[in-house]
Nanobody, 124 residues
Framework: QVQLLESEGGLVQAGGSLRVTCAAS????????VGWFRQAPGKRREFVAA????????RYADSVKGRFTISRDNAKNTVYLQLSSLKPEDTGVYYC?????????????????WGQGTQVTVSS
């Protein structure tokens, strides 16, 4: 079983940028689709972005398209999420998750291995 660990998030002003990482340990996740989800207080967990095993395909939620970029470095067993042009509504706990499927699913149920999450707060 691979363990996923997100880097520390942070507090950022609106319009700012932040990068969060997801590092795998225990075993490689280089063959897995990896996704990022987020959950704001009182709201359901929502899909943010996903990347295929080799980085060749990506998928984004409409709300973050053009502002966030997902990438990966399989040699480092790490997936990155670059958050730019941040808005207060981007605030939430960000989770990375690994999927056993090759499809870049937006459904949380399609992922079977989750990190603990990291808080990202965007101030207005």
């Amino acid at each position: 079983q691979v363990q996923l660990l997100e880097s520390e998030g942070g507090l950022v002003q609106a319009g700012g940028s932040l990068r969060v990482t997801c590092a795998a340990s225990g075993r490689t996740f280089s063959s897995n689709t990896v996704g990022w989800f987020r959950q704001a207080p009182g709201k359901r967990r929502e899909f943010v972005a996903a990347i295929s095993w080799n980085g060749g395909s990506t998928r984004y939620a409409d709300s973050v398209k053009g502002r966030f970029t997902i990438s990966r470095d399989n040699a480092k067993n790490t997936v990155y999420l670059q958050l730019s042009s941040l808005k207060p509504e981007d605030t939430g706990v960000y989770y990375c998750a690994a999927s056993p499927f090759s499809v870049l699913t937006v459904v949380a149920g399609g992922y079977n291995n989750w990190g603990q999450g990291t808080q990202v707060t965007v101030s207005s």
